[in-house]
């Protein structure tokens, strides 16, 4: 049914990553699919826009932890290595998660959101974002 799941992850956000992964790794498992993990970094300059001493340092040991913690991730699944891949990137997780499901033609986003409030309108800004404008189906796990 699906070949490419992609699978965005707040990797600070352990229960929501743990709560979707139990609904990857079975619809991965029934389809043969491959999965793509990713999470996207903000962009360090939006941080320190005066100063751009330590930018470079910052982005590296960023990228350095969301590896270690995707990786983490990866080998804790139930699902052959050859069918599993990560990624990040800088930027908008919206605008980033958008341009990786094209890029690596998936036709299913998996994210988490937590519980919905009066502030979010239902979803998560980043999760209603992705819905909203995701070319492909979402399936969003609380």
């Given at each position: ?8 992850v ?12 139990k609904?990857?790794e079975?619809l991965?498992k029934a389809?043969g699919?491959k999965v793509?993990f990713?999470?996207?970094l903000?962009?360090a300059?939006?941080?320190?826009t ?5 930018i470079?340092?910052?982005?590296n040991?960023a990228?350095?932890q969301a590896i270690d913690?995707?990786?983490k991730?990866?080998?804790?699944m139930d ?14 997780p919206?605008?980033e998660?958008?341009?990786?499901a094209?890029e690596?033609?998936a036709d ?11 502030k979010?309108?239902l ?5 209603a ?8 189906s979402?399936?969003?796990i609380?």
């Amino acid at each position: 049914m699906y070949k490419t799941i992609l699978v965005p992850v707040d990797i600070d956000e352990e229960k929501l990553t743990e709560n979707a992964l139990k609904h990857v790794e079975y619809l991965a498992k029934a389809s043969g699919a491959k999965v793509h993990f990713f999470h996207a970094l903000p962009d360090a300059s939006a941080f320190v826009t005066a100063y751009s001493f330590g930018i470079k340092e910052f982005e590296n040991q960023a990228e350095i932890q969301a590896i270690d913690k995707l990786k983490k991730i990866i080998s804790e699944m139930d699902i052959p290595l050859e069918r599993l891949a990560y990624s990040i990137s800088f930027g908008s997780p919206r605008d980033e998660v958008l341009q990786l499901a094209e890029e690596i033609d998936a036709d299913l986003i998996v994210i988490g959101s937590r519980r919905p409030s009066v502030k979010t309108y239902l979803l998560g800004s980043n999760a209603a974002a992705i819905v909203r404008h995701a070319k492909t189906s979402v399936m969003v796990i609380r």
